[in-house]
């Protein structure tokens, strides 16, 4: 998951032609390149070598570096961002796994692979002992984990107060827990 906040170069460039009022093609002669090797570029196929992103800047009338840290800085993202992935990836198998350990799953042969995020959730809250379920926040905000708690545990109200009861005061830090519960559990 890239962080969209954070411009492809394809992006920065194409912004600029607009602004310009130039063609993809136009550039591709300004900067005394083929067209396909700026085209390419623009949609992530290729990356803009310092020659070429110095000349594009020009091109583009853009302070000199301008692609160049365009470039970077997006790469960078994409690279955090795939390693962030792959950490959640391994963060959530750890929780699969420890659920299983707490009697999770009972009913399947294994950890099941299509399992949704709220239903991981889910078994975290009702199998994980309390010291373990801060590894939920390594992957879903506490908002996805709250709202997941309300509408599948707190929503089947008594059968589940004494867990329910015990996750607003000590995970979720809720004043009054009684109330809070007993409104949500006719809620959905």
Do not use: C
């Not at 709220?118 to 390594?138: K, N, Q, R």
């Not at 867990?163 to 830090?173: M, Q």
């Amino acid at each position: 998951m890239i962080d969209i906040s954070v411009p492809s170069v394809g992006e920065v460039i194409r912004g600029r032609i607009t602004e310009l009022g130039i063609s993809q093609t136009e550039l591709a002669a300004r900067v005394g390149e083929h067209f396909q090797t700026i085209s390419a570029i623009l949609n992530g196929k290729r990356e803009a070598t310092i020659s070429l992103s110095v000349r594009i800047d020009e091109a583009l009338d853009l302070p000199s570096g301008t692609i160049a840290l365009a470039q970077t800085r997006y790469l960078v993202s994409k690279e955090i961002s795939e390693k962030q992935t792959e950490s959640m990836k391994e963060m959530r198998h750890i929780i699969l796994e420890k659920i299983k350990a707490n009697g999770g799953f009972w009913s399947y042969q294994g950890i099941p692979d299509s399992l949704d995020d709220d239903a991981v959730i889910e078994a975290a809250l009702t199998h994980l002992d309390l010291e373990d379920l801060p590894l939920l926040s390594g992957i879903w905000s506490r908002a996805h984990i709250k709202r997941v708690w309300k509408e599948r545990l707190v929503s089947q109200g008594k059968r589940m107060d004494v867990l329910n009861y015990i996750l607003a005061v000590k995970l979720f830090r809720i004043n009054n827990p009684d109330k809070y519960i007993s409104r949500y559990a006719h809620a959905y």
